[in-house]
T-cell receptor, first 114, second 110 residues
Framework: DTEVTQTPKHLVMGMTNKKSLKCEQH?????MYWYKQKAKKPPELMFV???????INESVPSRFSPECPNSSLLNLHLHALQPEDSALYLC?????????????FGPGTRLTVT | GENVEQHPSTLSVQEGDSAVIKCTYS??????FPWYKQELGKGPQLIID?????GEKKDQRIAVTLNKTAKHFSLHITETQPEDSAVYFC?????????FGRGTSLIVHP
């Protein structure tokens, strides 16, 4: 099973709202990633978690707050977003941090900020 | 850092034809090259990959070739079908963080 699941599939939120995106994998992978993807562009890396610890933050604004409660779950907490944050947010996982390996992506959450 | 160039940005073929997408990379330390297919409204799906110690890999109608000396790799799809229509991304990885190409929109006309 190479499945990464994400909820919700779609999310519409106002600029004053607080919401969370969720990601789950049961492949025993110890590296998990958040990407942002704008239309017709490749995914852009936001955060990397290695063994449940934040290892890479690609200078992402503080209105995005990641959390890794355990080795299977990854959350992205959203607060005071801007319309330009509207995008597809993708979660991915790979087997071992620091090892060059296949990354498996979830289906994404389509976020619209109004 | 790594830089990946992908061409063409759009590729239109007739059903049954072959399609080739090419990528070049800049960092000689990159040693893993996956290809992703992304259909509309979905996440990228890994379809084939190749490591630097291999020159070619094939899986049914898709194949990937790698030329480490020239730093380029290519995706080949034979006998294309309408369901192959999607955006394809190449990536190069040296430090487990991928650098993606800009994507190729493949359109297969029935």
């Amino acid at each position: 099973d190479t499945e990464v699941t994400q909820t919700p599939k779609h999310l519409v939120m106002g600029m004053t709202n607080k919401k969370s995106l969720k990601c789950e994998q049961h492949m025993g992978h110890r590296a998990m990633y958040w990407y942002k993807q704008k239309a017709k562009k490749p995914p852009e890396l936001m955060f990397v978690y290695s063994y449940e610890k934040l290892s890479i933050n690609e200078s992402v604004p503080s209105r995005f707050s990641p959390e890794c409660p355990n080795s299977s779950l990854l959350n992205l907490h959203l607060h005071a977003l801007q319309p330009e944050d509207s995008a597809l947010y993708l979660c991915a996982s790979s087997q071992e941090p620091g090892r060059v390996d296949e990354q498996y992506f979830g289906p994404g959450t389509r976020l619209t900020v109004t | 850092g790594e830089n990946v160039e992908q061409h063409p940005s759009t590729l239109s073929v007739q059903e049954g034809d072959s399609a080739v997408i090419k990528c070049t990379y800049s960092d000689s330390a990159s040693n893993y090259f996956p290809w992703y297919k992304q259909e509309l409204g979905k996440g990228p799906q890994l379809i084939i990959d190749i490591r630097s110690n291999v020159g070619e890999k094939k899986d049914q109608r898709i194949a990937v070739t790698l030329n480490k000396t020239a730093k380029h790799f290519s995706l080949h799809i034979t006998e294309t079908q309408p369901e192959d229509s999607a955006v394809y991304f190449c990536a190069a990885i040296g430090s487990y963080i991928p650098t993606f190409g800009r994507g190729t929109s493949l359109i297969v006309h029935p």
